[in-house]
């Protein structure tokens, strides 16, 4: 096989920017290889003595901080100090969770029978119905390369202790491990006191009614609570951006609307104050979802305007 950028490949667009892996392959045997991307080239990276070749076969793995948006990774193979390989990848960073892939950008899978060819030197590509069950990065074979991920203040139960066979098909195809069903299928089968909640609603929130939950959570793991994708009010005015470009219920006598952020919460002291202070993410009985079931606006604002 040839010289090859593995992760992430040639015109495909990732969330996760944890690895660089390029494969040197044996069509020559590689003795050295450079990376250039984001503008700099690394110093000829050694591959050829025994004590690599014993730890890490022909691959070279690194951990970059890809820019986002897109990026050219380019690769090249020496042999006593002579070029004889290269490879090119056009690759499409998504560095945050509203970010749109360029044009011409496919998905990466890895879990496709090639694919995962490359990694069973050293991993465990096909763990049977015990191991894949283990509850530890350590003991479960998904661990190996997924645990980073759960590396975050707030952990989804089922991912926390690697049962991710809960979710993921093994036996999928063409790629492996795909979730059992979409979305809020999936997620109702845990959280059916959600599933109640919102039936009690007049009004849902439209990622609700749609069933994309991933919208606003990570099914794996986040740094904010609830597992959300970011911190509440990058989330919300993500899609409300106007909110934060006019006055926003009221111009008080000062010439300001009232406040989104900041501070503590006066209807429940302890809580930071932001848009879940007054709105309800997943629904409620007033078209603006207001909190504990409020339709009036006014009985919003005594929460905690108590005069």
Do not use: W
């Not at 991710?164 to 093994?170: F, I, L």
């Not at 409620?284 to 005069?307: E, M, P, T, V, W």
């Amino acid at each position: 096989s040839a010289l090859e950028i593995v992760y992430p490949a040639h015109k495909t667009h990732f969330t996760r920017s944890n690895y660089l892996i390029v494969k040197g392959g044996d069509s020559p045997t590689l003795e050295a290889i450079p990376i250039e991307f984001g503008g700099a080239k690394s110093d000829l990276i050694s591959i050829a003595s025994s004590e690599y070749k014993a730890a890490f076969g022909d691959f070279v793995i690194l951990q970059p901080e890809f820019d986002p948006g897109r990026n050219l990774i380019k690769v090249d193979g020496y042999v006593k100090g002579k070029k004889v390989a290269s490879a090119e990848a056009d690759v499409y960073y998504l560095a945050s969770y509203q970010a749109v892939p360029g044009k011409g950008y496919r998905p990466f899978v890895m879990h496709l029978a090639e694919k995962e060819a490359h990694c069973s030197g050293c991993h465990n590509m096909t763990p049977d119905a015990k191991e894949i069950t283990m509850v530890s990065a350590d003991a479960n074979p998904c661990g190996s390369c997924h645990g980073r991920m759960l590396n975050e203040a707030y952990v989804h139960g089922p991912a926390g202790v690697f049962q991710c066979v809960y979710c993921h098909q093994v036996d999928s195809k063409p790629n492996k491990y795909q979730p059992r069903v979409e979305e809020a299928a999936l997620c109702n089968e845990c959280h059916l006191d959600k599933v109640e909640e919102f039936k009690a609603r007049k009004f849902v929130h439209g990622p609700i009614e749609a069933g994309l939950c991933s919208v606003c959570h990570d099914s794996h793991a986040s740094a904010t609570f609830g597992q959300l994708v970011a911190p509440v009010n990058e989330l919300c005015l993500g899609c409300h951006d106007a909110v934060s470009e006019a006055v926003h219920v009221i111009r008080g006598v000062n010439g300001q609307s009232h406040p989104l952020e900041g501070g503590e919460n006066p209807s429940n002291p302890g809580d930071v104050f932001s848009c879940i202070s007054c709105h309800d993410p997943h629904g409620g009985n007033s078209s603006f979802y207001f909190q504990r079931g409020i339709s009036s606006r006014f009985a919003l604002c005594q929460l905690c305007h108590k005069k």
